[in-house]
């Protein structure tokens, strides 16, 4: 069954929904991002599994703080103490001017923060609002209050200087701008711990901002989106050889893959943001994390034995690894719009990398 018509997801973010954004272990918590990817995957009758499994890791919402109001609203930015103030903001916009229009602002205001929670913020949100799409409850709008709320508390931005407007005006393939990335020397790029912390390193990198605002994400932003999914799918099988770099390159697919989804609503000067977000976040994500040590590159596989999308979903699913999980539902959706096979092998590194 479509997981976003299933009766029992709602009952889950209900569940959901009275607990912080954060594990007890300060770990975003995956868990409103991986029930729908299993619903999407026709795996949603594992999701309460996975809930019980985590929740003796639950956090409860802290109290509110203060109502943000339009003269505290840039204050409130990026702090997380903030994010019950923020769930009844949003829950409020949305319920009296329509998720959409909500969603379509907001999305725009925080794509320059694309990196927030290491891409956390805009993945949930994307997972929300693919849900929303296939049917507007009072639980799903709730979800999307809560993904914009961890979003906005947790907001943060590139270190250093970033471009002021998220239309970028560039003329390169964004295949060439990746491939030409100035990356943080070798030594300094971390292959454990935190993500976000590893993105810190981006800071010290001349002329990041620049080389990356010259990526053309001009033309049609569906086609666009496409592109840029594939360019990360590309380079997730290129780089990934430990568990580690499996989890940090996840980040740069299922970030591009929720841009899709947000711009399937959104208008294109809020598309052509998130596009930019997104690529950003990618590149920031090579910059600063490629092993220093590639894989050898393997022979394509023109054909894997049970590769089909039942299979691999349920290998995914069979790791426990939230990552494996939401890399194989993007991979799969992919390759179902488009045939690209590079989204299937990157489903089997993906799984192989956590079960070796």
Known sequence: MNALAHPAYDSLL????T???NLDNGNFNHLPMVIEALHALGLGYRAPAWIAEEESRFLPVMGPVEPIRADNLAAALGQRT???DWVIYFADEIETQGWIPVLDRWARRLAPGYITAAVHGPVRTGHAVRALRRADTLSRRTELAHALAAWAAMYRTLPGRQPASGLRAGSRPLRDVL???PLVEARHRPQSG????????????DGFA??????DLSGDPALRAEALIEVFLDLFVETISTPYSMVVFTHAVTGASAAREMMAVTGERTGRALLAGAFGAGCALKAAFLPKTLPEALPARTAMPDDSAQHLSRRAEATRDDHAVKLTEAALGAYLRTGNRTAIEASVRAIEAVSA
Not at 14 to 17: A, E
Not at 210 to 215: D, E, K, R
């Open 179 to 181: 491939e030409t990335l």
């Open 194 to 205: 935190s993500i976000s912390a590893g993105l810190l390193q981006i800071a010290g990198l």
């Open 14 to 17: 209900d569940r959901l929904h």
């Open 82 to 84: 903030r994010f019950a």
């Open 210 to 215: 620049a080389h990356i605002a010259g990526a």
């Open 19 to 21: 607990c912080a954004p």
